[in-house]
């Protein structure tokens, strides 16, 4: 997980996935929170002190944004953390040698209030859940004290910090609606909203965060789903839902190849005010080739800006990625080959120059190596093939002259 160098003997021979650095060396207690982010973040198991089971399928795969508290020794401990997430954990009362408590998320939308059940009297809560093991290093339950829970809701709309209330599955059944919902949360300033003293968070329970009051303090839109889906060479296409909408002046459609540098493309206005579902589209022609990413920035009346996740997308394109199509202008029937057996589940659309499917053959059996495709039910002319599997989204063009 780390790798110590002297200096004058550097060298490297493999592949770097991430690289963090520091200031100060790490203490031991640190080491294990950060061995056990890593573990988490790209999928290892330790040989020694993965105390973190949580990224774990098992368990639900909470194994985003981890971070944690520990210590090993009164000269050795870390007692306040947030790593790269909304959530630090600060102020243990009762942490020991060796104890720890490190938390991750489940990858829930930000941006979303109204998900799941949740308890009595709460009207809308967040749609990410987090979850905890509170352990020591032989992966035994132990009790840190109570703790101070401080949420960073930057960006996310107007709150009120007495409407907010702290949600955990302290019965650990996976549902927060026969839950007792905590309240007490201040304002500490810049966006950060603290529970002070919470004793009940515990080894294995999920928590999330709620609102008792969704009008005065929402998210300036509850955003449903957001995709982005290529349909023809060149063309995406980017569709969205709102659950309902607060004060929303604008979305904004923005594009980035490497997920650093974003380019403004499409703005489509808001509902301002809205209690209903509502569905939004519209379409990128100039779509970056190969892989690039989407998000939508909302913007509210009053100038604030909530960005969704981000969205990958493989922008189709002609290039032989597929044997071509034969044949090629046809009457009548064709042939669609492979180079290699297409894994299934996968279809084959045929469409018009808009993007439109006018045809659609499902691909059930493993091992097909090529596709018969009944062009007759379709008008003459130019029309795109697309083949979609678990390979990726593949386009060839095709001239249908006769029947």
Request: net charge negative; aromatic share 8%.
């Amino acid at each position: 997980m780390s790798i110590g160098v002297q200096a004058g003997a550097e060298g490297w021979d493999g592949d770097i996935a991430e690289v963090i650095g520091y200031t100060t060396a790490l203490n031991s207690a640190q080491q294990v929170i950060m061995a056990n982010y890593l573990a988490a973040k790209y999928g290892i198991t330790l040989g020694a002190d993965d105390i973190y089971v949580q990224d774990d399928p098992a368990n639900g795969n909470y194994d985003h944004e981890v971070a944690g508290i520990g210590r090993i020794s009164a000269s050795s401990m870390q007692t306040s953390s947030r790593g790269s997430g909304i959530v630090q954990v600060s102020a243990p009362s009762n942490l020991g040698n060796n104890e720890f408590l490190i938390w991750g998320h489940d990858n829930g939308t930000l941006g979303y209030w109204g998900a799941g059940v949740r308890p009595a009297g709460v009207q809308e809560r967040l749609a990410r859940t987090w979850r905890v093991n509170e352990v020591n290093l032989s992966g035994a339950a132990v009790d840190v004290g109570a703790i101070d829970m401080t949420f960073d809701l930057t960006g996310l709309g107007s709150v009120t910090a007495s409407d907010l209330r702290l949600l955990v599955d302290s019965n650990n059944d996976g549902s927060f609606a026969d839950e007792v919902a905590i309240g007490g949360a201040v304002s500490m300033g810049a966006g950060q909203y603290q529970f002070s003293g919470i004793t009940a968070i515990k080894n294995n329970v999920r928590f999330s965060l709620g609102t008792v009051n969704s009008a005065a303090t929402p998210l300036p839109i509850e955003l449903i789903s957001f995709n982005a889906t290529p349909i023809a060479p060149g063309t995406v296409e980017l569709t969205w839902a709102t659950a309902s909408e607060q004060d929303n002046a604008y979305f904004t459609v923005e594009r980035s190849g490497d997920l650093a540098n974003w380019s403004s493309i499409i703005t489509v206005p808001g509902a301002g005010n809205s209690s209903f579902q509502l569905s939004y589209e519209a379409t990128d022609q100039e779509a970056l080739p190969g892989l690039s990413y989407y998000h939508l920035r909302q913007t509210d009346i009053n100038g604030e800006t909530t960005i969704s996740d981000a969205v990958p997308v493989h922008s189709v394109s002609f290039i032989d990625l597929l044997p071509l199509v034969y044949p090629n202008p046809t009457v009548g029937p064709f042939t669609v080959p492979f180079a290699t057996p297409i894994p299934v589940p996968a279809r084959v659309e045929l469409m018009d120059g808009a993007g439109h499917v006018l045809l659609t053959k499902a691909i059930t059996a493993e091992g097909t190596s090529q596709l018969m495709v009944d062009p007759s039910s379709v008008a003459l002319g130019d029309h795109y093939l697309r083949v979609i599997s678990p390979l990726g989204v593949q386009v060839q063009s095709i001239l249908i002259v006769g029947r």
